[in-house]
């Protein structure tokens, strides 16, 4: 996913992985869990339209109107849960401004 992803112009894996889940969940770290929980779940949808738009199941406007709609939920969302992520998308280049 992470390789993938990292193709399309996506945020793959930002800071941890599932080897870290462990060691965070002992922690009791169950935010960070969440929240990388949450990346990896956006990442696979994110990759999946690309997949869908390609195999022609989205036309152009729709493959469209998906990233601009998934931008501005991470942009709008006040929390800092998405922060790093939409930095990462940003950086990518495939994040709007």
Not at 43 to 61: E, K
Not at 65 to 80: G, H, L, R, V, Y
């Amino acid at each position: 996913l992470d390789e993938a992803a990292v193709l399309l112009g996506i945020p793959g894996k930002l800071d941890i992985d599932g080897s870290d889940v462990r060691a965070l969940y002992e922690e009791g770290r169950i935010d960070r869990i969440r929240q990388y929980c949450s990346h990896d779940v956006l990442t696979t949808a994110l990759v999946f339209m690309h997949y869908a738009h390609h195999r022609g199941w989205l036309d152009a406007a729709q493959f469209e109107t998906f990233f601009n709609s998934a931008w501005q939920w991470i942009k709008d969302d006040p929390s800092s849960m998405w922060e790093s992520f939409r930095t990462a998308w940003q950086e990518l280049g495939s994040g709007s401004a």
